[in-house]
């Protein structure tokens, strides 16, 4: 006669079953879902969060490594862009922003609603550029192009990225052009086109 089974043990055998099944799931789900991902797209997303915290070395390293696998990846030029705009290289800045722009407007299709939204930011941050160095009647023409191309996307932070980037009241596009136009259209002697507690406020647009 076969002696019946330890309650004690057929419980834990069913512990360690579940427990085994789940982390067996949850591993399979990882690597389902890292690889789906469109090529590049990790690097992307490890260069973003060193964006966000201050390491654009790291964050341009990250950048240029998804572009090297997947050259012409619209968030890994931005981000690389950003990266340059933040550490203050504007002639690489400059181009990079140019280079997205130029490559947006061959490529993009009418249903393209990310798209739209991150080339308006390239413009946006591009007249940013602009704007940082002087080059005021060039700033306006890339605010006025982002407004014509998507305006709902450059409408400011949400109430997370206010308490991130820690500007309430940031410096808008359409404010900043308008303030611009104005100040452009008077005599020389008499503009004044920089603020600072103002233009302290503006910030950088990244749609991905």
Same mark, same amino acid.
């Given at each position: 006669? @076969?002696?019946?089974?330890?309650? /004690?043990?057929? +419980? ?26 469109? &090529?590049?797209?990790?690097?992307? +997303? ?9 390491? *654009?070395?790291? #964050? ?10 997947? &050259?012409?990846?619209?968030? #890994? ?11 203050a290289r504007n002639t ?5 922003? $140019? ?12 249903? =393209?609603? $990310?798209?739209? #939204? ?5 413009? $946006? ?10 080059? *005021? ?24 990225? @206010? ?7 940031? #410096? ?6 308008? *303030?611009? /136009? ?6 020389? =002697? /008499?503009?004044?086109?920089?603020? &600072? ?7 950088? *647009?990244?749609?991905?």
């Open positions: 006669m @076969k002696r019946a089974p330890n309650p /004690q043990v057929v +419980r834990r055998f069913i512990v360690l079953m579940a427990v085994a099944t789940f982390v067996m799931f949850s591993f399979w789900a990882l690597v389902k879902n890292f690889n789906s991902d469109p &090529p590049g797209d990790f690097e992307v +997303r490890e260069g973003d969060i060193r964006l966000g915290n201050g390491r *654009y070395e790291k #964050a341009l390293e990250r950048f240029t490594a998804a572009l090297g696998i997947m &050259p012409n990846h619209r968030g #890994a030029l931005m981000g690389r862009a950003l990266a340059y705009l933040q550490t690489e800045a400059e181009a990079e922003f $140019t280079y997205l722009i130029d490559y947006l407007k061959k490529s993009l299709e009418a249903d =393209d609603i $990310t798209g739209f #939204a991150l080339h308006a930011a390239a413009h $946006t941050n591009r007249g940013i550029l602009y704007d940082r160095t002087g080059r *005021y009647e060039k700033a306006l023409a890339d605010y006025i192009a982002a407004l014509k191309i998507d305006e709902e996307a450059l409408r400011g932070p949400n109430l997370l990225e @206010k308490v991130i980037y820690g500007t309430p009241r940031p #410096a808008l596009v359409r404010g900043r052009a308008i *303030y611009l /136009q104005k100040q452009l259209a008077l005599p020389e =002697d /008499q503009r004044l086109m920089r603020v &600072p507690e103002k233009d302290a406020d503006q910030r950088m *647009y990244k749609p991905f």
